[in-house]
Protein backbone atom coordinates (compact mmCIF):
# COMPACT_ATOMS: atom_id res chain seq x y z
CA UNK A 1 0.00 0.00 0.00
CA UNK A 2 1.40 3.15 -1.20
CA UNK A 3 1.91 6.22 1.90
CA UNK A 4 -1.04 8.29 2.73
CA UNK A 5 -0.83 11.83 3.16
CA UNK A 6 -0.63 11.44 7.19
CA UNK A 7 2.26 8.78 7.32
CA UNK A 8 4.59 11.12 4.53
CA UNK A 9 3.42 14.18 7.50
CA UNK A 10 4.35 12.11 10.37
CA UNK A 11 7.52 10.63 9.04
CA UNK A 12 8.60 13.80 7.72
CA UNK A 13 7.68 15.82 11.15
CA UNK A 14 9.46 12.62 12.52
CA UNK A 15 12.67 14.08 10.81
CA UNK A 16 11.97 17.97 11.08
CA UNK A 17 11.21 18.11 6.93
CA UNK A 18 7.58 18.79 6.93
CA UNK A 19 8.41 22.13 4.89
CA UNK A 20 7.95 20.57 2.10
CA UNK A 21 4.73 19.45 2.14
CA UNK A 22 3.76 23.34 2.12
CA UNK A 23 2.39 23.52 -1.34
CA UNK A 24 0.29 20.22 -0.56
CA UNK A 25 -2.99 21.95 -1.29
CA UNK A 26 -1.92 23.42 -4.14
CA UNK A 27 -1.05 19.87 -5.70
CA UNK A 28 -3.74 17.93 -7.72
CA UNK A 29 -4.43 14.05 -7.08
CA UNK A 30 -1.98 12.83 -9.77
CA UNK A 31 0.86 15.66 -8.17
CA UNK A 32 0.33 14.24 -4.99
CA UNK A 33 0.16 10.68 -5.81
CA UNK A 34 3.63 11.08 -7.82
CA UNK A 35 4.88 12.79 -4.30
CA UNK A 36 4.37 10.51 -1.76
CA UNK A 37 5.45 8.00 -3.83
CA UNK A 38 8.97 10.03 -3.97
CA UNK A 39 8.93 10.54 -0.28
CA UNK A 40 8.28 6.66 0.13
CA UNK A 41 11.52 5.88 -1.69
CA UNK A 42 14.02 7.90 0.38
CA UNK A 43 15.71 5.89 2.92
CA UNK A 44 15.20 8.59 6.09
CA UNK A 45 17.72 6.61 8.35
CA UNK A 46 20.51 6.86 5.75
CA UNK A 47 19.73 10.88 5.26
CA UNK A 48 18.89 11.66 8.68
CA UNK A 49 22.63 9.81 9.53
CA UNK A 50 24.30 12.02 6.66
CA UNK A 51 22.29 15.37 7.51
CA UNK A 52 23.71 14.65 10.84
CA UNK A 53 27.11 13.74 10.35
CA UNK A 54 27.98 15.93 7.26
CA UNK A 55 25.63 19.15 7.46
CA UNK A 56 24.95 19.72 11.05
CA UNK A 57 28.80 19.42 12.01
CA UNK A 58 32.00 19.40 10.66
CA UNK A 59 32.28 15.46 9.25
CA UNK A 60 35.91 14.16 10.73
CA UNK A 61 38.63 13.94 8.68
CA UNK A 62 40.34 10.90 8.21
CA UNK A 63 44.13 10.54 8.69
CA UNK A 64 46.39 7.53 7.49
CA UNK A 65 49.94 6.75 9.36
CA UNK A 66 51.36 5.07 6.30
CA UNK A 67 50.15 5.44 2.56
CA UNK A 68 51.91 3.00 0.08
CA UNK A 69 51.83 3.07 -3.95
CA UNK A 70 50.14 0.21 -5.31
CA UNK A 71 52.26 -2.55 -6.71
CA UNK A 72 51.34 -2.24 -10.50
CA UNK A 73 51.41 -4.75 -13.51
CA UNK A 74 53.52 -2.94 -16.16
CA UNK A 75 51.49 -2.62 -18.83
CA UNK A 76 51.38 -5.08 -21.65
CA UNK A 77 53.81 -5.01 -24.38
CA UNK A 78 55.26 -7.78 -26.78
CA UNK A 79 55.03 -11.01 -25.66
CA UNK A 80 55.79 -10.74 -22.32
CA UNK A 81 54.78 -14.12 -21.05
CA UNK A 82 52.15 -12.78 -18.21
CA UNK A 83 50.63 -10.66 -20.49
CA UNK A 84 50.04 -14.14 -22.98
CA UNK A 85 48.92 -16.17 -20.34
CA UNK A 86 46.73 -13.24 -19.58
CA UNK A 87 45.14 -12.88 -23.28
CA UNK A 88 44.95 -16.20 -23.33
CA UNK A 89 42.70 -16.81 -20.15
CA UNK A 90 40.55 -13.67 -21.32
CA UNK A 91 40.25 -14.68 -24.57
CA UNK A 92 39.00 -17.94 -23.14
CA UNK A 93 36.63 -16.34 -20.95
CA UNK A 94 35.18 -14.44 -23.44
CA UNK A 95 34.82 -17.72 -25.04
CA UNK A 96 33.30 -19.68 -22.09
CA UNK A 97 30.48 -16.26 -21.90
CA UNK A 98 31.75 -15.83 -18.44
CA UNK A 99 31.70 -11.82 -18.74
CA UNK A 100 29.26 -9.55 -18.49
CA UNK A 101 29.30 -5.57 -19.41
CA UNK A 102 28.27 -2.91 -16.75
CA UNK A 103 28.06 0.73 -17.92
CA UNK A 104 27.30 3.36 -15.47
CA UNK A 105 25.16 5.95 -17.27
CA UNK A 106 22.71 7.71 -14.84
CA UNK A 107 24.79 10.38 -13.97
CA UNK A 108 23.71 14.12 -14.71
CA UNK A 109 25.95 15.46 -16.98
CA UNK A 110 25.68 18.53 -15.78
CA UNK A 111 29.21 20.06 -16.93
CA UNK A 112 29.07 18.72 -20.62
CA UNK A 113 25.23 20.64 -20.24
CA UNK A 114 24.44 18.76 -23.19
CA UNK A 115 20.27 18.46 -23.66
CA UNK A 116 19.99 14.69 -22.85
CA UNK A 117 21.73 11.59 -21.74
CA UNK A 118 25.65 12.02 -21.92
CA UNK A 119 25.43 8.69 -24.19
CA UNK A 120 23.78 10.41 -26.90
CA UNK A 121 26.49 13.07 -26.94
CA UNK A 122 27.46 13.23 -30.56
CA UNK A 123 30.68 12.30 -30.39
CA UNK A 124 32.16 10.74 -33.71
CA UNK A 125 33.99 13.80 -35.15
CA UNK A 126 32.83 12.85 -38.61
CA UNK A 127 29.98 10.56 -38.45
CA UNK A 128 28.65 12.47 -35.76
CA UNK A 129 28.08 9.14 -34.25
CA UNK A 130 26.51 8.84 -30.04
CA UNK A 131 29.14 7.65 -27.27
CA UNK A 132 26.61 4.63 -26.89
CA UNK A 133 27.08 3.92 -30.20
CA UNK A 134 30.60 3.81 -30.03
CA UNK A 135 30.53 1.43 -27.37
CA UNK A 136 27.96 -1.01 -29.00
CA UNK A 137 30.33 -1.15 -31.98
CA UNK A 138 33.12 -2.30 -29.57
CA UNK A 139 30.26 -5.01 -28.17
CA UNK A 140 29.67 -6.39 -31.83
CA UNK A 141 33.48 -6.89 -32.79
CA UNK A 142 33.94 -8.71 -29.47
CA UNK A 143 30.61 -10.85 -29.59
CA UNK A 144 31.99 -11.56 -33.64
CA UNK A 145 35.54 -12.09 -32.09
CA UNK A 146 34.85 -14.40 -29.38
CA UNK A 147 31.69 -15.98 -30.88
CA UNK A 148 29.74 -15.34 -27.12
CA UNK A 149 27.24 -13.16 -26.05
CA UNK A 150 28.05 -9.96 -24.06
CA UNK A 151 25.52 -8.73 -22.26
CA UNK A 152 25.03 -5.41 -21.45
CA UNK A 153 23.70 -3.98 -17.83
CA UNK A 154 23.18 -0.30 -18.06
CA UNK A 155 22.46 1.83 -15.05
CA UNK A 156 20.24 5.20 -15.80
CA UNK A 157 18.70 7.01 -13.22
CA UNK A 158 15.23 8.96 -13.12
CA UNK A 159 17.24 12.17 -14.61
CA UNK A 160 17.96 10.50 -17.99
CA UNK A 161 16.22 6.80 -18.20
CA UNK A 162 12.84 7.38 -20.21
CA UNK A 163 14.83 9.28 -22.85
CA UNK A 164 18.05 6.51 -22.73
CA UNK A 165 15.70 4.00 -23.18
CA UNK A 166 13.92 6.16 -26.01
CA UNK A 167 17.25 6.50 -27.62
CA UNK A 168 18.51 2.87 -27.53
CA UNK A 169 14.61 2.34 -29.57
CA UNK A 170 15.08 4.61 -32.03
CA UNK A 171 18.71 3.50 -32.97
CA UNK A 172 17.75 -0.03 -33.25
CA UNK A 173 19.59 -0.90 -29.93
CA UNK A 174 22.57 -0.55 -32.31
CA UNK A 175 22.22 -3.78 -34.12
CA UNK A 176 22.23 -5.59 -30.79
CA UNK A 177 19.94 -8.02 -29.63
CA UNK A 178 17.51 -5.83 -27.24
CA UNK A 179 17.07 -9.40 -25.43
CA UNK A 180 20.96 -8.83 -23.98
CA UNK A 181 20.50 -5.63 -22.74
CA UNK A 182 19.25 -4.46 -19.72
CA UNK A 183 18.21 -1.12 -18.28
CA UNK A 184 18.45 -0.81 -14.26
CA UNK A 185 17.70 2.21 -12.58
CA UNK A 186 20.14 3.61 -9.45
CA UNK A 187 18.56 5.34 -6.36
CA UNK A 188 18.11 9.02 -6.18
CA UNK A 189 19.05 11.21 -2.80
CA UNK A 190 17.83 14.07 -1.87
CA UNK A 191 19.81 17.33 -2.21
CA UNK A 192 20.39 18.80 1.14
CA UNK A 193 20.62 22.75 2.07
CA UNK A 194 23.14 24.43 4.30
CA UNK A 195 20.57 24.26 7.74
CA UNK A 196 20.11 20.62 6.54
CA UNK A 197 16.35 20.63 5.17
CA UNK A 198 15.69 18.84 1.79
CA UNK A 199 14.85 20.86 -0.98
CA UNK A 200 11.84 21.15 -3.13
CA UNK A 201 12.53 21.27 -7.14
CA UNK A 202 8.92 21.30 -8.26
CA UNK A 203 6.25 22.20 -5.42
CA UNK A 204 5.12 18.30 -5.22
CA UNK A 205 8.73 17.39 -6.18
CA UNK A 206 12.00 16.80 -3.92
CA UNK A 207 15.22 18.10 -5.53
CA UNK A 208 17.28 14.76 -5.80
CA UNK A 209 20.46 13.43 -7.51
CA UNK A 210 21.23 9.94 -8.26
CA UNK A 211 23.19 8.20 -5.67
CA UNK A 212 26.70 8.38 -7.18
CA UNK A 213 28.18 5.88 -9.81
CA UNK A 214 28.74 3.99 -6.45
CA UNK A 215 25.14 3.37 -6.37
CA UNK A 216 25.21 0.91 -8.91
CA UNK A 217 26.23 -2.16 -6.69
CA UNK A 218 22.91 -2.17 -4.81
CA UNK A 219 21.45 -1.29 -8.08
CA UNK A 220 22.68 -4.48 -9.24
CA UNK A 221 21.22 -6.43 -6.31
CA UNK A 222 17.51 -4.48 -6.12
CA UNK A 223 17.20 -4.90 -10.15
CA UNK A 224 18.24 -8.45 -10.47
CA UNK A 225 21.66 -7.91 -12.19
CA UNK A 226 23.33 -10.12 -10.16
CA UNK A 227 20.80 -12.80 -10.62
CA UNK A 228 20.58 -12.79 -14.31
CA UNK A 229 23.97 -12.49 -14.83
CA UNK A 230 24.24 -15.94 -12.92
CA UNK A 231 21.96 -17.32 -14.72
CA UNK A 232 23.45 -16.69 -18.34
CA UNK A 233 26.93 -18.33 -16.66
CA UNK A 234 28.40 -15.05 -16.09
CA UNK A 235 31.27 -14.78 -13.56
CA UNK A 236 32.64 -11.15 -13.81
CA UNK A 237 31.26 -7.75 -15.25
CA UNK A 238 33.71 -5.80 -17.41
CA UNK A 239 32.78 -2.02 -15.62
CA UNK A 240 33.11 1.27 -17.44
CA UNK A 241 31.42 4.80 -17.59
CA UNK A 242 29.53 6.18 -20.75
CA UNK A 243 32.34 9.43 -20.79
CA UNK A 244 34.87 7.50 -21.98
CA UNK A 245 35.23 7.33 -25.42
CA UNK A 246 38.11 5.74 -25.61
CA UNK A 247 37.67 2.87 -23.35
CA UNK A 248 38.46 -0.98 -23.89
CA UNK A 249 35.42 -2.85 -22.93
CA UNK A 250 36.02 -6.66 -21.90
CA UNK A 251 39.47 -6.24 -22.46
CA UNK A 252 41.03 -9.58 -22.75
CA UNK A 253 44.38 -8.96 -20.92
CA UNK A 254 42.42 -7.15 -17.85
CA UNK A 255 39.64 -9.88 -17.82
CA UNK A 256 42.56 -12.47 -17.38
CA UNK A 257 44.51 -10.84 -15.18
CA UNK A 258 41.39 -10.59 -13.18
CA UNK A 259 40.68 -15.00 -13.29
CA UNK A 260 43.84 -15.92 -13.13
CA UNK A 261 44.50 -13.91 -9.63
CA UNK A 262 41.72 -14.49 -8.69
CA UNK A 263 40.63 -10.95 -7.93
CA UNK A 264 37.19 -9.78 -6.67
CA UNK A 265 37.86 -6.11 -8.27
CA UNK A 266 40.27 -5.14 -10.71
CA UNK A 267 41.17 -1.52 -12.08
CA UNK A 268 43.17 -0.01 -14.59
CA UNK A 269 45.89 2.91 -14.23
CA UNK A 270 47.30 5.25 -16.38
CA UNK A 271 50.03 6.81 -14.86
CA UNK A 272 49.72 10.63 -14.10
CA UNK A 273 51.17 13.04 -16.15
CA UNK A 274 51.90 15.99 -12.93
CA UNK A 275 50.94 15.10 -9.18
CA UNK A 276 48.11 17.36 -9.30
CA UNK A 277 46.65 16.23 -12.13
CA UNK A 278 42.86 15.94 -11.73
CA UNK A 279 42.36 12.01 -11.38
CA UNK A 280 41.91 9.68 -8.07
CA UNK A 281 45.13 8.18 -7.19
CA UNK A 282 45.16 4.50 -6.50
CA UNK A 283 47.24 3.54 -3.53
CA UNK A 284 47.03 1.75 -0.24
CA UNK A 285 46.57 3.30 2.80
CA UNK A 286 47.26 1.55 6.56
CA UNK A 287 46.99 -1.65 4.52
CA UNK A 288 43.16 -0.84 2.88
CA UNK A 289 43.17 -0.16 -1.23
CA UNK A 290 42.14 3.21 -2.04
CA UNK A 291 41.21 6.00 -4.47
CA UNK A 292 42.23 9.15 -2.71
CA UNK A 293 40.26 11.95 -4.76
CA UNK A 294 42.40 14.28 -6.58
CA UNK A 295 40.33 17.42 -4.47
CA UNK A 296 41.92 15.73 -1.38
CA UNK A 297 45.37 15.74 -2.12
CA UNK A 298 46.57 18.43 0.10
CA UNK A 299 45.11 16.52 3.03
CA UNK A 300 48.04 13.37 2.35
CA UNK A 301 50.90 15.68 1.23
CA UNK A 302 53.02 12.48 1.08
CA UNK A 303 50.84 12.00 -2.24
CA UNK A 304 52.69 14.87 -3.61
CA UNK A 305 56.10 13.49 -3.10
CA UNK A 306 58.72 12.96 -5.45
CA UNK A 307 61.64 10.13 -5.32
CA UNK A 308 65.67 11.05 -5.66
CA UNK A 309 65.08 10.77 -9.66
CA UNK A 310 62.33 13.13 -9.31
CA UNK A 311 59.62 10.72 -10.53
CA UNK A 312 56.51 10.84 -8.95
CA UNK A 313 55.85 7.84 -6.08
CA UNK A 314 52.38 7.77 -6.43
CA UNK A 315 51.67 7.91 -9.75
CA UNK A 316 48.76 5.26 -10.50
CA UNK A 317 46.09 7.59 -11.61
CA UNK A 318 42.69 5.78 -11.28
CA UNK A 319 40.66 6.28 -14.50
CA UNK A 320 37.59 4.29 -13.09
CA UNK A 321 37.45 0.97 -15.55
CA UNK A 322 36.95 -2.01 -13.42
CA UNK A 323 36.39 -5.49 -13.43
CA UNK A 324 33.98 -6.79 -10.69
CA UNK A 325 33.31 -10.39 -9.54
CA UNK A 326 29.81 -11.36 -8.93
CA UNK A 327 30.56 -12.59 -5.25
CA UNK A 328 32.35 -9.61 -4.51
CA UNK A 329 29.31 -7.72 -5.36
CA UNK A 330 27.30 -9.01 -3.03
CA UNK A 331 29.75 -9.46 -0.32
CA UNK A 332 30.14 -5.86 -0.37
CA UNK A 333 26.11 -4.70 -0.82
CA UNK A 334 25.96 -6.83 2.20
CA UNK A 335 28.04 -4.68 4.20
CA UNK A 336 27.17 -1.31 1.98
CA UNK A 337 25.85 0.42 5.68
CA UNK A 338 29.43 1.36 5.93
CA UNK A 339 30.26 2.28 2.72
CA UNK A 340 31.30 5.62 2.50
CA UNK A 341 29.71 8.43 1.34
CA UNK A 342 30.60 11.76 -0.10
CA UNK A 343 29.39 15.52 -0.15
CA UNK A 344 29.30 17.46 -3.02
CA UNK A 345 28.65 21.60 -2.29
CA UNK A 346 26.59 22.62 -5.11
CA UNK A 347 24.51 25.05 -7.00
CA UNK A 348 20.83 23.08 -6.70
CA UNK A 349 18.13 25.50 -8.50
CA UNK A 350 15.03 25.15 -6.00
CA UNK A 351 11.68 26.60 -4.95
CA UNK A 352 11.84 28.96 -2.37
CA UNK A 353 8.71 29.51 0.11
CA UNK A 354 7.04 31.78 -2.06
CA UNK A 355 6.50 29.25 -4.79
CA UNK A 356 9.02 30.68 -7.01
CA UNK A 357 12.02 28.79 -8.92
CA UNK A 358 15.45 30.10 -7.71
CA UNK A 359 19.04 29.68 -10.20
CA UNK A 360 21.04 30.12 -7.30
CA UNK A 361 24.64 32.24 -8.41
CA UNK A 362 26.42 29.68 -5.69
CA UNK A 363 26.66 26.78 -3.95
CA UNK A 364 23.54 26.43 -1.68
CA UNK A 365 23.36 23.02 -1.10
CA UNK A 366 24.92 19.15 -0.86
CA UNK A 367 24.80 16.41 -2.97
CA UNK A 368 25.05 13.09 -1.29
CA UNK A 369 27.34 10.57 -3.40
CA UNK A 370 28.59 6.91 -3.27
CA UNK A 371 32.00 5.86 -5.64
CA UNK A 372 32.61 2.64 -7.08
CA UNK A 373 36.22 2.60 -6.26
CA UNK A 374 35.46 2.73 -2.31
CA UNK A 375 34.59 -0.87 -2.79
CA UNK A 376 38.23 -1.13 -3.23
CA UNK A 377 38.41 -1.30 0.97
CA UNK A 378 36.48 -4.16 0.98
CA UNK A 379 38.33 -6.49 -0.78
CA UNK A 380 40.78 -8.94 0.82
CA UNK A 381 43.34 -10.05 -0.91
CA UNK A 382 45.69 -7.98 -3.33
CA UNK A 383 43.83 -6.36 -6.18
CA UNK A 384 45.04 -6.45 -10.13
CA UNK A 385 46.32 -2.92 -10.90
CA UNK A 386 47.28 -3.20 -14.49
CA UNK A 387 49.17 0.26 -15.86
CA UNK A 388 47.81 1.46 -19.32
CA UNK A 389 48.39 3.70 -22.07
CA UNK A 390 45.77 6.39 -22.33
CA UNK A 391 46.15 6.50 -25.65
CA UNK A 392 43.28 4.37 -26.83
CA UNK A 393 41.84 3.90 -23.28
CA UNK A 394 40.92 7.18 -21.73
CA UNK A 395 39.45 10.14 -23.12
CA UNK A 396 36.83 10.97 -20.29
CA UNK A 397 34.38 13.74 -22.01
CA UNK A 398 33.32 16.33 -19.13
CA UNK A 399 32.99 19.07 -20.64
CA UNK A 400 33.19 20.73 -24.27
CA UNK A 401 36.72 22.46 -24.14
CA UNK A 402 40.06 22.26 -22.10
CA UNK A 403 40.77 19.16 -19.84
CA UNK A 404 39.08 15.99 -20.45
CA UNK A 405 37.13 17.16 -22.66
CA UNK A 406 34.81 16.64 -26.58
CA UNK A 407 38.16 18.32 -28.31
CA UNK A 408 40.53 16.78 -26.46
CA UNK A 409 39.70 13.64 -26.78
CA UNK A 410 38.74 14.27 -30.53
CA UNK A 411 42.68 15.01 -30.51
CA UNK A 412 43.64 12.18 -28.76
CA UNK A 413 41.48 9.79 -30.64
CA UNK A 414 42.91 10.91 -33.95
CA UNK A 415 46.46 10.37 -32.89
CA UNK A 416 45.47 7.18 -31.99
CA UNK A 417 43.96 6.19 -34.89
CA UNK A 418 46.75 8.16 -37.11
CA UNK A 419 49.06 5.73 -36.06
CA UNK A 420 47.38 2.76 -37.26
CA UNK A 421 46.95 4.55 -40.85
CA UNK A 422 50.53 5.75 -41.04
CA UNK A 423 51.23 1.94 -39.81
CA UNK A 424 49.03 0.91 -42.78
CA UNK A 425 50.82 2.72 -45.08
CA UNK A 426 48.44 6.00 -45.53
CA UNK A 427 50.33 8.66 -43.75
CA UNK A 428 48.21 11.09 -42.39
CA UNK A 429 49.57 14.78 -42.70
CA UNK A 430 50.40 16.61 -39.43
CA UNK A 431 50.15 20.21 -39.00
CA UNK A 432 53.10 22.44 -37.38
CA UNK A 433 52.56 20.91 -33.86
CA UNK A 434 52.84 17.90 -34.78
CA UNK A 435 49.33 16.53 -34.44
CA UNK A 436 46.76 15.24 -37.28
CA UNK A 437 45.74 18.11 -39.61
CA UNK A 438 42.38 15.94 -40.65
CA UNK A 439 39.95 14.41 -38.82
CA UNK A 440 40.04 10.66 -38.26
CA UNK A 441 37.39 8.32 -37.21
CA UNK A 442 37.94 4.43 -37.17
CA UNK A 443 34.99 2.36 -36.24
CA UNK A 444 35.52 0.01 -33.14
CA UNK A 445 33.61 -2.15 -34.87
CA UNK A 446 36.05 -2.78 -37.97
CA UNK A 447 38.84 -2.33 -35.72
CA UNK A 448 39.49 -2.49 -32.06
CA UNK A 449 43.56 -2.31 -32.34
CA UNK A 450 46.41 -1.59 -35.12
CA UNK A 451 46.53 -5.21 -35.18
CA UNK A 452 43.50 -6.14 -36.02
CA UNK A 453 43.08 -2.84 -38.34
CA UNK A 454 46.10 -3.92 -40.29
CA UNK A 455 44.84 -7.38 -40.84
CA UNK A 456 41.30 -5.73 -42.43
CA UNK A 457 42.44 -3.00 -44.50
CA UNK A 458 44.90 -5.45 -46.42
CA UNK A 459 46.94 -3.33 -47.87
CA UNK A 460 44.32 -0.75 -49.04
CA UNK A 461 45.50 2.84 -49.33
CA UNK A 462 43.36 5.62 -47.55
CA UNK A 463 43.24 9.13 -48.61
CA UNK A 464 44.15 11.24 -45.69
CA UNK A 465 44.40 14.55 -47.43
CA UNK A 466 40.67 15.04 -46.30
CA UNK A 467 38.67 13.98 -43.53
CA UNK A 468 37.97 10.29 -42.95
CA UNK A 469 35.54 8.02 -41.35
CA UNK A 470 35.75 4.34 -41.77
CA UNK A 471 32.91 3.07 -41.01
CA UNK A 472 31.71 -0.93 -39.24
CA UNK A 473 32.09 -2.21 -42.70
CA UNK A 474 35.16 -1.01 -43.64
CA UNK A 475 33.69 1.63 -46.10
CA UNK A 476 35.48 4.97 -46.77
CA UNK A 477 33.58 7.39 -45.97
CA UNK A 478 35.69 10.45 -46.77
CA UNK A 479 34.80 14.72 -47.30
CA UNK A 480 35.72 16.31 -50.06
CA UNK A 481 39.27 17.43 -50.38
CA UNK A 482 40.27 20.64 -49.10
CA UNK A 483 40.50 22.77 -52.24
P1 LIG B 1 30.77 11.99 -13.35
O1 LIG B 1 31.07 11.90 -11.92
O2 LIG B 1 31.81 12.58 -14.21
O3 LIG B 1 29.39 12.74 -13.51
O4 LIG B 1 30.39 10.55 -13.84
P2 LIG B 1 28.57 13.17 -14.79
O5 LIG B 1 27.14 13.01 -14.45
O6 LIG B 1 28.96 12.42 -16.03
O7 LIG B 1 28.94 14.68 -15.02
P3 LIG B 1 28.84 15.97 -14.05
O8 LIG B 1 29.73 15.70 -12.87
O9 LIG B 1 27.40 16.16 -13.66
O10 LIG B 1 29.35 17.06 -14.95
C1 LIG B 1 31.27 9.58 -14.28
C2 LIG B 1 30.44 8.42 -14.79
O11 LIG B 1 29.63 7.91 -13.75
C3 LIG B 1 28.26 7.92 -14.13
C4 LIG B 1 28.15 8.96 -15.23
O12 LIG B 1 27.02 8.70 -16.04
C5 LIG B 1 29.48 8.77 -15.94
O13 LIG B 1 29.43 7.62 -16.78
N1 LIG B 1 27.42 8.25 -12.96
C6 LIG B 1 27.75 9.32 -12.18
C7 LIG B 1 26.31 7.49 -12.71
O14 LIG B 1 26.01 6.53 -13.43
N2 LIG B 1 25.55 7.83 -11.64
C8 LIG B 1 25.83 8.86 -10.83
O15 LIG B 1 25.08 9.08 -9.85
C9 LIG B 1 26.96 9.63 -11.10
Redesign the pocket.
Known amino acids: MAWTHEQAQAVLAEQGQEHVLRFWSSLNSEERAVFLEELEQVDFRLVGRLIREWVLSEPPEERFSRIEPIPLIPKVAGDRPDAVEAREAGEEALRQGWVGLF??????????GFEGP?GAYPIGPVSKKSLFAFHAEKIRNLQRRYGCVLPWYI?V?DANADATRAFFRSHGHFGLNPADIFFLK?RMMPCIDEKGRFMLAERGRLAM?????G??LPAMIENGVIADARRRGIRALSYF????WAVKVADPYFIGYHFLRNAEMSSKNHWKNHVREAVGVHCRCDGEYRVIEYTELDRYPQLLEVDANGRMIHGAGNP?IHILSLDFVERVVRLYDSFPWHRAHKKIPYIDECGERVNPPKPNGYKF?TFVFDALRFIRHEPVALEIARAGEYT?I??FEGDNSVTSAWLRMAEYWAEWLDAAGSPVPRDDQGRPAVRIEISPEFALTQEEFLARAAGRVFPTDRDLYIDPEGNLLSAPAAQ
Do not use: F, I, Y
Not at 103 to 112: E, F, N
Open positions: LVAGGQGTRLKMSQNPNGHGCQVDNAEPKQ
